[in-house]
């Protein structure tokens, strides 16, 4: 019995090992994904070395995972549309690599679509296989988060040296906040909300301080009202908030009213031009032809076609005329899902339904206003919704 109960010990320490390393390549893949986006190159084929080499090891590691955990693999209703999805997305990324590019192209580019939804089942086979694994690599999402926040607080500096602090990469901090909040230990989800919070203030994007506020909104909502029913802590939580507003605010002031400005000057610049960007992506809609319309003009389509080359920063406009209607249909259908899956766990009164709130809420308010489809961000997030598929990985409040 003790040189069974020892060999069980050593192999849970050796899956553990093997989960850290995992969670330090998110950090990286996460760190390199926004340093190439800061030079606008996240959508060339030929993407650094070091992306390519983290993007491979992620996809073999994390496949090694679930084929090795083959027998706790299901693909819930959400895992079948990520599936379409990422796969379709793949496809146009194929048909759409130059000839000139090499032979580590057609491996490289499409693997990353796909690691949607590997990534997704990878941690569905967490949730199911225990609830000690999933609860450590939650745990363990810290040091990823830590490690991109670090780069982020690099790319700050570099930014406000040339006069330009509107970092959209502060949002790989916020989509690898929701893997935390799985983790048991609370002191460690307040140090997320922390470095999340003050990553995203200090990037001056009115979509993620938004997005942001909304989440907590909607977390607090969902776990102190329609789970828990603690209307005092509910109501201690909203004075919490309000004074941090009110330091919010001191220190907005300090900075010359750049967050406050940006926020009230929404009506004025249309959102910083979206106004003006959906117009035109939705007239390109309009223009295409029925074959279009049915299947796409390709990835990257938008920013290719549009003349304004900037993509349509609305990834329902972006889908369609993207991947056209054989994708659009699958991606509301992805909505209409989540959103299922939400009240679903409200009504059960699961442990994960205020996560879950928080997760739809970033995603949607994102979706209306940025592109999350395309990015690395999809990946992430694909994480939280594969941890909170497996009922048996949520404790009932």
């Not at 990469?169 to 916020?174: G, K, R």
């Not at 209306?368 to 009932?396: C, E, F, H, R, V």
């Amino acid at each position: 019995m003790k040189l069974g109960h020892c060999s069980m010990i050593k192999k849970i320490i050796i899956e553990k090992l093997y989960l850290l390393f995992i969670i330090i390549l998110i950090g990286g893949y996460s760190v390199m994904c926004m340093l190439t986006m800061e030079r606008d190159s996240i959508y060339t084929a030929e993407d650094p070395i070091v992306l390519k080499l983290i993007v491979g090891l992620l996809f073999i590691s994390v496949a090694l995972y679930v084929v090795l955990n083959i027998r706790y693999v299901q693909v819930s209703k959400i895992g079948r549309v990520l599936l379409f999805l990422s796969c379709y997305m793949a496809i146009w990324r194929v048909m759409d690599i130059p000839v000139t590019a090499g032979l580590l192209s057609y491996f490289y580019q499409p693997m990353r679509d796909l690691l949607i939804i590997v990534f997704f089942i990878f941690a569905y086979v967490l949730s199911s296989k225990s609830k000690e694994l999933l609860e450590f690599f939650a745990t363990g999402m810290i040091i990823a988060m830590l490690i991109t926040a670090f780069f982020y607080y690099k790319n700050w500096i570099f930014a406000n040296e040339v006069d330009e602090a509107h970092l959209g990469t502060s949002y790989y901090v916020l989509f690898l906040l929701p893997i935390l909040l799985l983790t048991p230990h609370k002191w460690l989800r307040y140090v997320g909300l922390v470095v999340t919070g003050l990553v995203l203030f200090s990037s001056f994007k009115r979509g993620g301080v938004i997005s942001f506020v909304l989440g907590i909104v909607a977390y607090l909502f969902v776990k102190e009202v329609l789970v828990e029913r603690n209307f005092i802590r509910l109501l201690v939580f909203i004075i919490a908030i309000i004074v941090l507003c009110v330091i919010l605010i001191f220190v907005d002031n300090a900075m010359g009213n750049i967050i406050s400005e940006r926020i009230l000057n929404i009506q004025e610049d249309g959102g910083s031009g979206r106004d003006q960007v959906w117009a035109t992506t939705w007239n390109m809609i309009k223009a295409s032809d029925v074959q279009q319309l049915l299947f796409g003009h390709g990835y990257l389509a938008v920013l290719r076609d549009s003349p304004l080359k900037l993509s349509a920063h609305n990834d329902f406009l972006e889908v369609l005329y993207n991947y056209g209607i054989v994708a659009f249909v699958p991606y509301v259908l992805l909505h209409i899902r989540l959103i299922q899956q939400v009240f679903a766990s409200i009504r059960a009164k699961h442990g994960y339904a205020p996560i879950l709130a928080f997760t739809y809420t970033i995603f949607l308010t994102l979706s209306m206003i940025s592109i999350i489809i395309l990015y690395p961000l999809m990946t992430l997030i694909a994480i939280t919704w594969g941890m909170t598929q497996n009922d048996k990985a949520a404790n009932k409040a």
